[in-house]
Every structure is written in C-alpha cells, then in structure tokens.
C-alpha cells in the first residue's frame, strides 16, 4: 500500500513536471496565436487588445495555473483554425483512435504471445529459419506499405470492405469496428513480429536457467514447465516494451489513418502543426505525455504484483 | 545383485556440435547400492556432472547418450518413453543442485513449488497436499515451516534454500538422490549442516546418494565409497579407506596432493611461520574504519538510509607479510577490501598506505577481465596511464611478466576469451604486478578454480612474493587456502574483526567462539 502511495504521488508530480514544461515550451516558440489568427496585416494596436483579451500579458505562472485549471475541467482552449473548442476537436476523434489502439493491442496480444511460446518450442528445427524470415519481414514491413496491401487484398480484390468509407462509432458501431479491423492489422503486424521477438529472446533466456532444470527434475511436462514456470518470468521484461507499444498505438498513428481515410488523432496533431495551431499541438502533446507516464504506473504497479522480488527493494 | 539400486555400464555421453560428436563421459561403468553414499569427484571438465544429468534425463538439447544402458532397479532408463522416465523423476530418483540462489523459481513461493511435485505425480488426497510440505520442511529442519511455506526463494538465505531443495527433493522418499556440489556455494558452518542433513536422510528413508563434489575434504567425511573422474573416464574406484589412504593412480594422488588442508600440516612443526621482527613497517594500516552504502528509497520521495557493512575495523599490515581475512559471506570481508582498493568510500576511520591505488585480483576470472581484449593490451593498460615507457618497452615488459607468471609462449596476441580459469587468472595476477606495487589485495582468489589449479595459483603467489617481497592482503571464505598462505589472520563475522593473531594463534589456539566454530566446520 506504501508502495502504491508513493507511486501515485511521484506520477502526480511527473505530470505536473511535463505540463508546465509543455506549457513553457510554447510560451518559447515565437509568434503566438494573437500574432497568427490577425496575419500581418495587422497593427500593433490590434495585436496588443487581442493579447490582452486572451490573457497573454498576464504573468507565465499565472497563465500556467489558468491553463492548467482549464485542462484539468476538459477545456484546452479553442483552436485557431478550426475555431472550435480543442476539446470537441479531440472528443470527436477520440473514438477512432482509442478503436484502432483498443483492437491492435488486442491483436499485437493474442497474436505475440502464443506465437513467442511456439517459436521458442521449435527453436533447433527447420521450422526456426521460417519464423525468423517471417519476424523479421513483419518487423521490416512499412505500415503505410502494409496498409495499401491490405486495401488491396481485402478491399478491392476480396471486397470484404470498402476503402474509404466513412464511419462514426455512434451511428453504427458494429460496422464501424469491423472496418477498423483492417487498419489495426496494419497498425499491429510491426508489434507482433517485435514482441514475437522481444518474448521469443525472453523466454530463450529462461529456458537457460537453473529453475527450469528443477522444474524438469521435479517430473514436470514441457507444458507445466512453460505455463508454471517460464512464462510468468519471461513476461517481467516483456511488460515495459508492451507498455511503450500502448502509450504509442494510443498516440495515433498518422501513416494508418491516412492510408484508411480515418478521422484519428494523428492527422489531427499533423494537420495543427502545420498550421501553427498551438492550442491543439499543446493539448496532444499533454494526451501522449500523460499516457505514457501512466502506462509507466501501470506497470510499476504491475511488476509488484508479477515480481515478489520488486516489493523487496 | 539384488541389492544394487542403479548399474551404469559402459555409458558414453557427448555433446553434438556442427554434426559432430564431441565426447564428454567415454564408457564408464560403476553401480551404487541400496542405501549407500557414492562420491564422484573430479574437476571441472570430468564429466562428473554430465553424468548425473544423463541419470535424469536433463541433458541439453544437443547432449546425446551414443551408447551404454543405465540400469536402474534392473530397467534401462534409455530405452524408456519419454513419459516413464518422467514418472521416475522425483518419485524414485531425485536430485539437488549447487546453486540454492537460483535453482528455485523466483516468483512463486517455496511451498507451492515443492507442493507441485505432488500434484505432477498425481499423489492421492490433494487436500493433504500442504500438510505433507508442512511436515517435510520440518524434516529438513527448517524452523517454523508454516512461514517458510509462504516466503519467496530470495527471502531465505542460502541454507534455508539448499533445505528446501532437498525437501522438494525427498518428498516422495525417492530411492536415489543425486546430490551435484550442494554445498559449493554455501559458507562452511552452513554446508556442515547441509551434509549432516543429507547424511540423516540416507539413514532415516535408506536413500542411496549420489554425491558429486570437487572437494575431497567434504567426500571423505560423507561418502562409503568414491568415484574419481578425469577426462570423461573412471580414473579409480574403492572405499573411501583405499582412495584416500593408499591411492594407486598418479591422478589420484596428484588431486589428494593438491588438496589445501590444515589438517594435513597438524603433524607438522606449529612454528613454521616467518616470525615478523616488530621493526618492520606496515605497509597498509587500517584504523577503525567504517564502510556503509547509501540505499535510496525508491520513487522522488525515497529516503536515504545508510547501511553499515564494516564497522570499526582495525589491522595493519607489514611489509613482506600476508595476511588472511576469512569470514563467511555477508561478512563484510569483500567491502572492507574495496574499501582498501578505494573501490568504495568508507565513511570514517583511517586507511594509509606507502603507496596509492593497490592493486586487486578479483574472484571471478570470467567475468572480471574484458573477454574482446587481446592479453598483450590489457596488461599494456596500466603502463599507457602511468605513461612513462615506450610501445616497445611496453611490449618488453608484458611480455616479461606473462613469463613470470607461467604464461610462457605467444601469449602476448592471445584473447582472453580462449583461456581457462587458471591461465585467465594468471593474467589478473599479471595485471596487479605490472606496474611494480608491493602491496596486492586479493579477493578470493582462488575460490572459482580446481583444486590443481587452485594449488598451482597459490605456489605462484608464494613464489612471485618470495621473491618480490610482496605483501599481501588476502580474502577467503576457505579456511584451509588461508592456512595454506597466510602469516597472519583476522576472523570477522558481521562487520566486525572477531578474532586476529598469528596463523598458529588462529588454528590452533582460537579464543572466540565463533573462530572454534569455523575451524570445527572444516573438512
């Protein structure tokens, strides 16, 4: 429980570190908002009321206390070249994102695991020479490549979806997960063959230790001495790259949703960099930030509970 | 020959590398009976072990039995399935490994991961399951068995670890158990007790042991009958009586030879010590010196706590002189010395010494030398930092030393990689001498070797320090190397020194409890 508490407390603080940072990062970059959305025709004058009616000649750390307060109840301020509020900006993609992310991680899963498991129990055989070639072409593969081949494949010549359509998540939900299935393979073929990999190398590891010849003294079967033993070792490591894959199929991923036409965050983020619109850059960049410093919590969290070795410390 | 529990006949075991087959173990025979302790010794590289392994069926994927038939209770267990020698393992024959620190699964709990050999051989009433663990831990003696059940590996100490294996191990009064250096990693007053609980179930439950060791000293105290292996083959066999006191084989009595025991010099005159004239000076004094390490909490908030490791240790020592600081692990005998080195900081007390940066020989010759560097460059290392000799001269002088310490040939372009234990610590060796220091410190240096390695290593040290008048800080856990080398001794236990004196002071004369207990436990 102490252990708990001081995580959450250090998270807290992390956050608040990565906001104001966030916050003075853009205090830094020159030409603001008032500047932009007036272009350079304007006079002076009218520069100075709009600065004053945004609040920018307020001092940095009250601005950043205002900003901060109005994060935290959901407003981000309200975008230059949309002139919506960031907030709906972002709700509305919100679903597509967490979508894609949600069924890659699902497949990235469901696919690595067993697949490290089998790989490892057919290591010295012929059939090890394949799964590397296949690991490493999923590794090797772009995915705005894989994306067009599956347009390709499944779209044009099977017809199983139509490329392009578009859906939103309210009006039709089951159709609309169906055609994310397409995008969250393109999204998740790189993290399979990676965590393939990463838990294959893993388990390799284990199988070389001294547990393991117990386990096998004891009369165990390969199966008790995977599943008892191995695994629940071998993941320990696996757990924090899983965690990066998380944090970074949760940040959108732009290449994909361009190729599927998806209305996600990462064209989102591209498109307000593009044209300097900072409340949208800011409020993303304090999304993916805070995302993977709470995926790092999570599996701190984690680890005390797979690792007796961790509370010990 | 009803009473023999296992018949190895002409067994041959090797390794397949690139198609090849690379003997290990080419044809030995011997059997062992019911109830009888069978030692096996020999060094590293004999076979000893992977012999055991081929018992259990635990070799390596690419280990391969070529011929011979492994009889046990009359049945070949090669020609068994898979699944019969399964149910074997564990229920008939059973084995206990060296390493207590890893031979367990870290993250379960020790109970259950002895109470999963019931459940593998599918024991009647698994209800009775955790009672039956219950009772064997008590067997075994640990104390309060019920907490036991529920504690992770790395919450024991090695001991408690070594007697959970064994009682993983004879749960189900297997009829052999095979026992594969159970007490090598293990401090001397720990493996004292771990051999007299092997000894005390071969006679409560008549299990016959196979116990595989390097140390001839620990084999002669258990076993009926040994076994000496060399090179994959029997070298000799007899009762321990025939082996130890009238050895017929040249290996055989070379191994007995190199054998540091202060048993061996008990006959001997006691004053054969260098008497030390008060005149000369120290050449290293430690004064009431304290060593702790910081441990920082975890997260931002995480205090400081310092942990004490020496505390208040006091000793000097002369020039010329060797001398001996032996203690258990967790002693604090490994801080002290990094302490001396200036490997750690220490927190107060005083250490002077005639000369800065002593040099250091670590444990480990594997690990403690850079396994990319060619020989010739790592010793030229310390003389490109002092700066003063040319390339040539370098080379000269490398090559100078590797003759000294028995590395005589083209050593100098030779990588560390390709060399054995001895030969890599003879380079480490080599390396404190390089740039003309007096004074080495040595940390455990010989504990990782073969016993006629190890032998060769210490005649080195006591010749390179003849004739170089060095001195010499030694550490060990092995009390007869120490007595072997050292002039004078300081015992610690805790951080603290219990006891120092003359080497005759210490063996023979101990006056603290604790330095009598050490030298009962010898063997």
Redesign the interface.
């Known amino acids: 429980m102490k252990y708990l508490m001081k995580k959450t407390i250090t998270l807290i603080l992390t956050l608040l570190t990565v906001t104001f940072l966030t916050f003075i990062a853009f205090e830094v970059i020159p030409g603001d908002s008032a500047t932009l959305s007036l272009g350079t025709d304007a006079t002076p004058e009218q520069i100075e009321a709009l600065r004053e009616q945004l609040g920018y000649n307020k001092p940095v750390l009250v601005r950043y206390k205002d900003w901060l307060c109005d994060a935290v109840k959901g407003d981000f301020g309200t975008s230059m070249n949309y002139n919506l509020p960031v907030g709906q900006l972002i709700k509305e993609r919100l679903p597509v994102t967490i979508t894609l992310a949600v069924l890659s991680i699902l497949l990235t899963v469901v696919c690595a695991v067993p697949l490290g498991i089998v790989t490892t129990r057919k290591e010295h055989s012929r059939a090890e020479g394949i799964h590397q070639f296949f690991i490493h072409l999923g590794m090797a593969i772009p995915p705005f490549f894989l994306g067009i081949l599956i347009t390709f494949i499944f779209g044009l010549t099977l017809r199983w979806f139509v490329p392009g359509t578009e859906l939103s998540f309210s009006e039709n939900p089951s159709q609309f997960i169906y055609y994310m299935i397409y995008p969250a393979i393109a999204v998740a073929v790189p993290k399979v063959a990676m965590m393939t990999k990463f838990l294959r190398s893993s388990i390799k590891r284990q199988l070389g230790l001294d547990y393991v010849r117990t386990a096998y003294s004891k009369g165990g079967t390969n199966r008790h001495v995977m599943y008892r033993h191995v695994l629940k070792n071998a993941l320990i490591p696996v757990i924090t790259f899983f965690a990066m894959i998380v944090a970074e199929v949760f940040a959108g991923s732009i290449v994909v949703e361009q190729v599927f036409n998806l209305p996600g965050l990462g064209r989102l983020l591209v498109t307000a960099i593009g044209n300097r619109d900072y409340p949208i850059v800011q409020a993303i960049v304090l999304y993916i930030a805070a995302l993977v410093i709470l995926m790092n919590f999570i599996v701190d969290v984690l680890y005390q509970y797979i690792d007796p070795r961790v509370k010990a410390e | 020959m009803g009473n023999t529990i296992l018949e190895v006949n002409d067994l041959h075991v090797g390794f397949v590398e690139n198609k090849q087959y690379a003997p290990i173990v080419s044809g030995i025979t011997f059997s062992i009976s019911k109830g009888e302790i069978l030692g096996i010794v020999g060094e590293s590289g004999s076979g000893k072990s992977i012999t055991s392994l081929t018992i259990?069926d635990?070799l390596k994927?690419n280990g391969k039995v070529k011929q011979g038939q492994l009889l046990f209770e009359g049945s070949d267990l090669l020609t068994m399935t898979k699944e019969e020698k399964?149910?074997?393992?564990?229920?008939e024959i059973?084995?206990i490994?060296q390493?207590p620190m890893?031979?367990?699964?870290?993250?379960?709990k020790v109970g259950p991961q002895v109470e999963?050999?019931l459940a593998?051989?599918k024991e009647p009433n698994p209800g009775e399951y955790k009672k039956r663990v219950i009772s064997m831990f008590e067997d075994v003696g640990l104390k309060d068995p019920e907490a036991i059940y529920g504690k992770?590996p790395?919450?024991l100490s090695g001991g408690m670890r070594q007697r959970v294996?064994i009682a993983?191990a004879m749960i189900l009064r297997p009829k052999l158990l095979i026992a594969d250096e159970p007490t090598t990693a293990l401090d001397v007053t720990v493996q004292k007790q771990i051999l007299e609980l092997l000894l005390q179930m071969n006679k409560k439950y008549g299990t016959s042991i196979i116990f595989i060791s390097h140390d001839l000293g620990v084999v002669r105290k258990l076993c009926d009958r040994v076994i000496v292996m060399y090179d994959g083959a029997i070298v000799e066999q007899g009762t321990i009586n025939e082996i130890f006191e009238c050895p017929k084989e040249e290996y055989t009595k070379k191994l007995l030879a190199a054998v540091p025991s202060m048993r061996k010099h008990e006959e001997q005159e006691e004053a054969a010590t260098v008497e030390q004239e008060e005149e000369t000076p120290a050449i290293l004094t430690v004064k009431d010196v304290t060593v702790g390490y910081t441990v920082k909490g975890?997260?931002?908030?995480?205090k400081k706590t310092t942990k004490t490791i020496v505390k208040g240790v006091s000793f000097d020592i002369k020039e010329g002189e060797i001398f001996g600081i032996v203690g258990e692990s967790g002693s604090g005998k490994s801080t002290l010395s990094k302490a001396i080195v200036g490997l750690t900081p220490h927190a107060s007390g005083e250490i002077t010494m005639q000369e800065a940066h002593p040099q250091m020989v670590f444990q480990d010759p594997y690990s403690s030398l850079n396994p990319a560097k060619t020989i010739g460059s790592i010793l030229s290392e310390p003389l490109i930092i002092e700066g003063k000799l040319k390339k040539e001269e370098r080379r000269r002088k490398v090559e100078q030393m590797l003759e000294e310490v028995g590395l005589k040939g083209d050593y100098y372009g030779r990588n560390i990689a390709k060399l054995s234990g001895g030969q890599r610590q003879r380079v480490a060796i080599a390396l404190a001498l390089m740039t003309n220091k007096k004074f080495i410190v040595l940390d455990e240096p010989v504990s990782a070797l073969d016993v006629t390695i190890q032998d060769q290593i210490l005649k080195l040290l006591k010749r390179l320090q003849q004739q170089h008048r060095l001195s010499y800080l030694f550490i060990s856990h092995d009390l007869n190397v120490v007595y072997e080398l050292c002039d004078r001794i300081a015992v610690m236990k805790d951080g603290v020194i219990v006891e120092q004196g003359t080497r005759d002071e210490i063996y023979y004369h101990p006056k603290e409890a604790y330095t009598r207990q050490l030298i009962e436990a010898i063997v």
């Open positions: 259990m635990l994927h399964r149910r074997k393992k564990a229920n059973a084995m490994f390493e890893t031979s367990l699964n870290p993250v379960i999963e050999v593998l051989h992770y790395h919450q294996m993983m975890r997260g931002i908030f995480g």
